[in-house]
């Protein structure tokens, strides 16, 4: 038990430290920006920062004249290995390109003079142009829209409360593996998983166990095929 214990201390130092490394990721910062943006205490901060230190990940320098906090040589390299930092680097290095506030919505709202909060990035391989881009711009307006509204309505409904004090962060991430949404569009996955039978999930289920018998490959088949037809995915 303490065995485990002291494994999920050590994992979510290791994640505290990647978060700093994340956050020294464009320039040096100071102790206090880093105290604001991380929202560590002052004593986990310092500490964290000298294992960060001792590690040689980080090195004092000045910045703007005053004392800051950067990235070594191998704290760059650590921050490659952080797995959606490196999706973001080796997608770069690629010829990707990384499109920040791709609706253009964040800058609309900020030249009318009004809060938002959110803001939409695209990172986009350079195999894909504009031709073959399920994301455009105003699908990707639209689901901004949609997620305010929907946070909107909660709020107003008291299903999600709201703290002024609070300065930080919330990302969600979506990733598309272009090859299995081409698929899944031609399968028209979403209307079949809705209408999915009890009997299929449990065979399903069975196939992840791997207690799949040559009954079972029939059943499912037979079943998945049937759903095809009631769906009119394909004909009878």
């Not at 290791?14 to 943006?37: S, V, Y």
């Not at 800051?68 to 997608?91: C, F, N, Q, W």
């Amino acid at each position: 038990m303490i065995e485990g214990h002291r494994w999920v201390q050590n994992q979510l130092k290791e994640q505290n430290r990647k978060k700093i490394i994340k956050l020294l990721e464009k320039t040096p910062k100071r102790f206090k920006d880093l105290l604001t943006e991380s929202g560590f205490s002052p004593r986990g901060l310092s500490s964290m920062l000298k294992d960060l230190e001792d590690a040689k990940k980080i090195e004092k320098t000045l910045h703007e004249g005053k004392e800051a906090y950067a990235l070594t040589k191998s704290g760059l390299e650590a921050l490659r290995k952080i797995p959606e930092v490196a999706r973001i680097l080796d997608t770069l290095d690629k010829g990707g390109v990384y499109d920040e506030d791709f609706s253009a919505m964040w800058a609309s709202m900020m030249l009318s003079r009004l809060s938002w909060g959110i803001k939409d990035n695209l990172l986009i391989d350079k195999k894909i142009d504009d031709r073959f881009n399920p994301l455009n711009k105003q699908i990707v307006l639209e689901l901004q829209e949609q997620l305010y509204n929907k946070i909107y309505e909660n709020v107003k409904k008291r299903k999600t409360l709201i703290n002024e004090s609070f300065d930080c962060n919330l990302m969600l991430e979506f990733s598309i593996d272009y090859k299995e949404l081409v698929k899944s569009i031609k399968e028209n996955s979403l209307l079949y998983y809705k209408n999915i039978t009890e009997k299929e999930l449990d065979l399903c289920e069975k196939l992840d166990h791997g207690k799949f018998t040559d009954k079972d490959v029939k059943s499912f088949n037979k079943i998945r095929n049937a759903t095809k037809i009631r769906l009119g995915m394909v004909k009878s």
